[in-house]
Structures are given as structure tokens and as C-alpha cells.
């Protein structure tokens, strides 16, 4: 391969690109990790290791990374109408076939269905619902938008504000103050007061929150947005009963709540929504990701009956719902998606998350005990272990991240692809993942955690 196109990718590379999430400065010596090619829950880089891909990508490659039916889907839906859009009531069967699949899988009723590409820009589309909704209703003061330290909700202007973590808001001069608010992570080991339960800790973030609400003003707050289990703050699982508690203030407040299932949905946490897993209600609900197992980007929102109706009628008052992306329901994106539900379907995706589950979160918490870790944590196929120097104060390290970076590298060069967050290492393998590639994934942790010590 001497002077051909790969040989020199490191130098193509950080001549031409701009990385997201990377130390643009440390990339230029670090170079780029090529991936070529993928095969079930396997990718293989340009060295030609073949390493077992723990984060499904991006939280997102259900399916693993070749399947052929999606394919061949894609291919098919190219050759019959490659483009095409929803813009001036235009329309054409895969988006409302897809619309109706989605309706009838919703984990409470849901009225209709809006497209978009990413699940940032579904999350963006929530909140100007959430708006519009408001002004419709003659409530044009309820705007505030709760959300929580540690969410996750996207980059977009809008949806990094909602995102709760520091380093999607540095220096990016963000609108963050008048209109998102950010109310504490429900995660028990770091929140919780000594002695405290699940459940009491679940009561008094719920008692904060109505605190808070009234504090701000309820005619003031439109929505709280909430992923039923955080992904990218660490794979955060909120204590027991905290939705339970958390639904009957919003419901006191009219608040709606915005489930946010990017991560969740489609089978991840052992049903086909975590809103059922974590017992949330919702009144809306962003789907992206596993939607389409990634093969092609769309995201969707789903809006209930009550929203469907005010949006409607104002935007006949208005004209039109002025709102809309080029490729917001693209075919190519609502074909694969409707292969993708009815694969997980076919294969009973769910039911083989709940089969493997269990392994899965064992062999995770088998190293609770080891001396770096000060949590392991978990639902379904996604979990993290978190590492501190004092597991029982929940210390964080002087340096945050330094350590979680260095478990990622043990493990690269073990053959196994997980993601650092700060100092919490994700799992959240293709959920079509055996139980004999859940003992492969694991196997070298121990060893791995032993070397970042
Ligand atoms: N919401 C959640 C819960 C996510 O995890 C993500 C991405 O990881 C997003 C929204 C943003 O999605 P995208 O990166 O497709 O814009």
C-alpha cells in the first residue's frame, strides 16, 4: 500500500478534517483510527484489527454493521423515488407507513408524527413545538424549558443548551440563562445524602423540582426534557420511582415532558421504549439512532393529541407550520427504518435484550469490586463503570478524565471499542450481540482496569 490513499490517511486526514469531540491540537500527532469495514458486532480498522464495536457506534448501529435486508432496502427505495420531501402537504408512502408503525409502537397514545434528520434537530423541533403549543393556548409567558445537569439532548444552538454538561457550552456563547434551566442529576451514588434510599432520594429530587417550578413561576415553564436513562452523561440510571414521582408535578404544573429516547428507544433498555423501562409518561417523544439501526440518518418526534390539536389549528390561523427540513422524512431514511422495525420485529429484538440483559449487567458488575471502580451501573444493554479514588465518598480524580481515557486505550488495544465519558467508560454493544461476544467484550476489562490503575 506504499503512497497509497490509506498509508497517508493520518496526514489526509488532519490536513482536511475538523473533529468533533477530539483535542484538534493533540489529533495532529495522535493521527486518526481508520475504521474500513464492519460485519456484525465487529468493525476492523486499517491495521486490520477486528475489534468488537461496544458502543454500536454511536449508541446507534442496533443491527450490527452489515446487514443485508437494510440494504437492500435502501437500494430498492433509490431505485423507485430517491428523494422527495413533506413540504405543502406533498407526501409518499414510506413516511406515513413509517408515521403509523411509529403510533402504533409509542409507549403511551401519540397523535402525530414530525420528521427531521438527527436527534438534535428533533430535540430543536421539540422545544419550538413546545413554544408554538404555548402560544397557541394564549400562554405566551410559558416558555421555560427544564432540563438537567448531565442531560444529553444535542449541539444544535437550542439542544446545547438543553445539554447539561460543560464542555457542549464553553466558550460557545450559548442561550442558555433565560430560557433552560438546569435541575439537578438523579444518579444516587454521586446525589444522594448518607443513608438515603432510592426512593427517598427519587421524593426529594421530585419535592426540588415542584420547589423549583413554583420558584420560577409555573405560567413560566413549558416543558421538562429527560432521557429515561442519561447516555452520554455517564449512562445515568435514575433512582427508583424518580419518574413516578417526577410525572405529578409536571401534571400539577402543566408542564409537558419531553422523553428524549435518541439512546433509548427501540429495544435498548428491554422494551421498546425506555419510558416503559423507567416508568415516564410522556407527552411527546425524539427518536433517532436506532430508528433507522444508523444506516441512514432520521429522526422523528411524536407529539400527543393535545399538542396535534392546538399545532393544527394555529398553523391554519397562520397559514402554514412554519417549520420543516429538506431532508426532514427523506425516503431513503423512512425505508430503512421500516425494515429496521420490522427485523427488530421479526427477530424479537426486545425479547433477545431481555434475554442477554442479564449476562450483560453481571458481567459488568463483576468489577464493581476492583479498587479503580466506584460504580457500575446499568438497564438493559447499556452500562458504564465509573472510576474514582474513593468509591464510598464518590471522590472524582484531580484530574477529570485522565483515567477514563486511559481504561478506553487498555481496551482498544485489547480489541474492544467503549467510549470514556469523563471518567465513566460506556458499554452499549449492537443489540443483536450474542452472549458469547458479551463474555468477549468483558473478558478483558479486569486486565485492562489492572493496567490504568
Ligand atoms: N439526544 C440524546 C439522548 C443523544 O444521546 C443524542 C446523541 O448522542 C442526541 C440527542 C443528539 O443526536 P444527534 O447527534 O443525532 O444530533
Known sequence: MDGGPLSNMHARDVEALLHPYTNAVAHRSVGPHTIERGEGVYVYDSEGRKLLEGMAGLWCAGLGFHDEELIEAAREQLGRLP?????AGRSFEPAVELAEKLKELAPVPMSKIF??????????TQIKMAWYYNNALGRPEKKKIISRVKGY???TVFSAS??????NHKDFDLPVSDRVKHVATPHHWRGAHPGETEAEFAARLAADLDAF???EGPETVAAFIAEPVMGAGGVIVPPEGYFEAIMPVLRKHDVLMIDDEVICGFGRTGNWFGATTLGMTPTSISMAKQLTSAYVPLSAVAINAEMAEAIEQNSHKIGLFGHGFTYGGHPLGCAVAIKTIE???RRDIVGHVRKVAPLFQKRLRDHAGHPLVGEARGVGLMGALEVSPDREKAATFAQPGKVGAKLSAEMLSRGVIGRAIGDSFAFCPPMVITEEQIEEMFAPLEASLDATL
Open 162 to 167: 438543553l445539554t447539561g454538561l460543560p464542555y
Open 213 to 215: 417550578i413554583e420558584a
Open 153 to 155: 439532548h444535542g449541539v
Open 115 to 124: 420528521y427531521q434528520s438527527s436527534g438534535s434537530e428533533a430535540n430543536d
Open 83 to 87: 428523494y422527495y420531501h413533506l413540504f
Open 343 to 345: 427485523i427488530y420485529q
